[in-house]
């Protein structure tokens, strides 16, 4: 078999033999993976994995994102959309303006509205629960993701209430999934040099594992390509990976590429395709738990992206429009695909494109 004279070039023979037994993958086994030379070798364990789970299907969602505000006290070195009150480039939406930003697209197919900001200190609580019921009466059977683990911790604040009180509040509003973003790199070593004021690592997973006993489901990502090193990336990927063997919470992983553009870190070189690509195998080989690996377009770009179903990803998330975050940061990516145009994307990597939810449950499968 091809796939056995290459790994076994490689120098990754024992862990393919893991693979193949379907063992688990252990710490040391996701650095020799990272330190590995021959990326396409663990691309091929990943691709085998991923088309074991999923086949040739590749997903996808009519979405649409909406970030209600930049103004953000948090102050972290890697994002470039967190702003202060006093900056010419803050911004905040009303009420209204969210409400029009939903209606302006009452007539699409749209079953997920993706909404995050940033933890902006003049907003209370209540505006939070008046998103949510807002876009859930103009929309009732859209599902609501919104507010990352971060976002929470700072409606805690605010609010008085505690973290269940919380939840239970914005559940009750119509949050259905939170998202995965805000965990960025779980090492107190790395948020103590790019991140000091944000929700700590073990504070994101607690929040984590509360919402999915609460039966929140949630998404999880990680920041990778800047101060992290291949250990602590692994050391991410396990403990999502142990908080999914406790709750079966997470839907879905997306490894987000860290954009240098406009941060405080520009003078990091950007991230390699070949690094996102090992990035995504690596995750896929080492969360046997977690059902699906998205590769996120947006950050990837299409090339990259496609490449990347081949890597272990089942998934390149939606239409989108108008995501802002990693587009300050420097994205070079469209704003928004239609769905025509990610068939399209799909199909051309050799895949079969699967319409889905949030949930991963099918609307349609490409004619």
């Not at 692994?234 to 406009?262: K, Y």
């Not at 046997?288 to 990259?304: E, F, Q, S």
Request: glycine share 8%.
């Amino acid at each position: 078999m091809f796939y056995d004279e290459a790994i076994e070039n490689a120098g990754l023979k024992n862990i393919w033999e893991k693979i193949c037994c379907g063992d688990r993958l252990d710490f040391d086994d996701g650095v020799r993976l990272f330190l590995a030379e021959n990326f396409r070798a663990v691309g091929m364990m990943a691709d085998f994995v991923r088309k074991k789970m999923h086949g040739k299907k590749t997903y996808y969602v009519i979405n649409q994102h909406i970030n209600y505000s930049n103004i953000c006290g948090n102050g972290c070195k890697f994002c470039a959309f967190g702003r202060s009150p006093q900056s010419d480039l803050a911004f905040q939406l009303s009420l209204e303006d969210i409400s029009n930003k939903v209606k302006e697209r009452l007539s699409e197919p749209i079953t997920e509205i993706h909404i995050v900001g940033g933890c902006n200190p003049t907003l209370p609580f209540s505006f939070y629960l008046d998103v949510l019921r807002e876009v859930k009466r103009l929309r009732p059977k859209v599902i609501l993701k919104a507010f990352t683990a971060v976002e929470v911790a700072h409606f805690v604040r605010i609010s008085g209430l505690s973290e269940k009180e919380v939840l239970s509040e914005l559940s009750k509003a119509g949050l259905d999934v939170l998202p995965g973003g805000g965990a960025e790199v779980f090492s107190k070593r790395v948020r103590k040099i790019v991140c000091p004021e944000k929700l700590s690592g073990e504070d994101w997973l607690r929040i984590s594992r509360l919402a999915h006993k609460m039966g929140i489901k949630s998404n999880a990502t990680m920041l990778f390509g800047h101060v992290e090193t291949f250990e602590e990336r692994v050391d991410h990927l396990i403990r999502l990976r142990e908080l999914q063997d406790e709750t079966g919470g997470f839907i879905c992983f997306i490894p987000l590429a860290f954009q240098p553009s406009n941060t405080s870190l520009s003078h990091l070189p950007k991230v390699t395709a070949i690094d996102s690509l090992k990035t995504i195998a690596v995750s896929r080989l080492l969360l046997d738990n977690v059902p699906h690996i998205k590769a996120y377009w947006i950050m990837l770009g299409i090339n990259t992206a496609q490449v990347a179903l081949h890597f272990g990803a089942d998934d390149l998330d939606g239409t989108i429009v108008e995501e802002k975050i990693g587009h300050m940061a420097g994205a070079e990516s469209n704003q928004a695909l239609t769905r025509a145009e990610l068939i399209r994307v799909i199909e051309e990597a050799g895949f079969e494109a699967v319409e889905r939810n949030t949930y991963f449950e099918v609307v349609k499968k490409a004619a």
